[in-house]
């Protein structure tokens, strides 16, 4: 016997009135549990005195915990919905509390590992909780909404560590702060998203294997590149931002703006790439968010640093729905193990990305001629996105359209 997946829907409410729990969720998961290492880096360096070969080892901490948080939930799928969202929403803030109790780059590796388990799980729970049944007409919109909420979130931090950082606060006083923020995001979400949570429905035991369609492994592969391309600029932004300019009140814009733009490009792209084939999405923002990277490697100036966050931020969240969709629709019926590989890829980029800035900065470069690097790999691998062959009918699809967007790494 099934139970109706949507009893309380209320049929005249808006996307955005049914869509925003799950938005806030994303916030303290991704902009939090994720992201939050990145605006209180340049405080951690300053006051430990950390070098960027540490601060990679760090993130890369936690770009491998969401790596281990996908694979445990491909191999042990989610069956307590509810239980395991409010586990992970509380660990995210547990983690990003206890930060101040270590003193030591191995102790917060580990927190910040553990993190990024904690919002994997949390992120696809919340991609299986859907606002409104397939094939309503506000589908779109609450899609935009709820994935609009990981850009929310990183604005929402970086703008409560620049007025920590004009107040003089310390890196732990922020880190504390921080972890609130989660747990507050956590418990306005979760009323919402506990009031229907539709059941997570199992594949058919027993079916044959569907084979996956000329191309897939390439398209991976160049989603793995943009992984390890758009992770330098999303770790390292603020530092940048301070070595051009060290006024925080000044610096401190830069996460903000890229939480802003990644927030504005969910709500705007369903609306400006309509008739665009996917990859072609992919392409041209994968091309933009090179330039963004080269303008900030080749010219130190505050307005380079802006540009870079609003070109970064402002691309990334658009290239992993196009990236999802393009696997996806080209997959067919294995459509869930392409996008498996995809994320696989994805999230093993996030973890090479800092890894090749450490090895970077041990042979004499910097932070810009990491960038210039990152820029050039990532402007080639869209180059050459246009010379992948496919089967299949994955061309010639809108990239974000009435389907709205897939899921988000």
């Not at 869509?19 to 209180?40: E, K, N, Q, S």
């Not at 058919?204 to 294997?209: L, Q």
């Not at 090179?290 to 966050?309: N, Q, S, Y």
Request: aromatic letters at 8%; proline letters at 7%; charged letters at 10%.
């Amino acid at each position: 016997m099934s139970t109706p997946a949507y009893p309380s829907l209320d049929p005249t409410a808006s996307a955005a009135r049914l869509a925003w729990p799950a938005a806030l969720a994303l916030a303290a998961a991704m902009g939090i549990g994720r992201f939050a290492f990145t605006p209180v880096w340049p405080l951690m360096a300053q006051e430990s005195g950390l070098s960027l070969a540490q601060g990679g080892w760090m993130a890369s901490a936690n770009y491998a915990g969401y790596l281990l948080g996908a694979l445990a939930a491909i191999a042990w799928p989610v069956r307590r919905l509810r239980a395991t969202l409010a586990a992970s929403l509380a660990a995210v803030a547990a983690l990003t509390l206890a930060m101040p109790l270590l003193d030591s780059v191995a102790g917060w590796s580990m927190l910040r590992l553990a993190a990024g388990y904690a919002s994997a799980s949390a992120f696809i729970c919340v991609a299986a909780w859907r606002p409104v049944p397939p094939g309503d007409p506000r589908e779109p919109s609450a899609s935009a909404v709820t994935y609009a909420g990981v850009g929310a979130g990183i604005a929402l931090t970086g703008l409560a560590c620049l007025v920590l950082m004009a107040w003089g606060a310390s890196a732990n006083l922020t880190w504390i702060v921080l972890g609130a923020l989660a747990l507050a995001l956590s418990a306005a979400a979760w009323p919402g998203l506990s009031r229907q949570s539709p059941p997570v429905r199992r594949a058919a035991a027993g079916g044959p294997s569907a084979g996956l369609p000329r191309g897939i492994a390439a398209l991976s592969l160049h989603y793995g590149v943009f992984g390890v391309g758009y992770i330098i600029p999303a770790t390292f932004l603020p530092a940048m931002a301070k070595e051009v300019l060290p006024d925080p009140a000044i610096f401190g814009w830069a996460w903000p703006l890229f939480g802003l733009a990644a927030a504005l490009s969910c709500l705007l792209v369903p609306r400006l790439a309509r008739g665009r084939d996917d990859r072609q999405v992919w392409r041209g923002a994968q091309a933009l968010m090179a330039a963004g990277m080269l303008a900030v490697a080749l010219w130190h100036h505050i307005a380079a640093v802006i540009l870079a966050a609003l070109l970064v931020g402002g691309t990334f969240m658009v290239i992993t729905q196009a990236g999802m969709l393009t696997a996806r629709r080209l997959s067919g019926a294995a459509a869930p193990r392409a996008a498996a590989i995809m994320t696989a890829a994805f999230a093993a980029g996030q973890i090479l990305g800092p890894l090749l800035a450490s090895w970077a900065e041990h042979w004499g470069a910097g932070l810009p001629q990491v960038l210039a690097g990152s820029a050039a790999l990532l402007a080639a691998s869209a180059w050459g996105l246009g010379k992948v062959t496919t089967d299949g009918n994955g061309a010639g699809h809108n990239a974000i359209g009435p389907s709205g967007p897939s899921h988000s790494n």
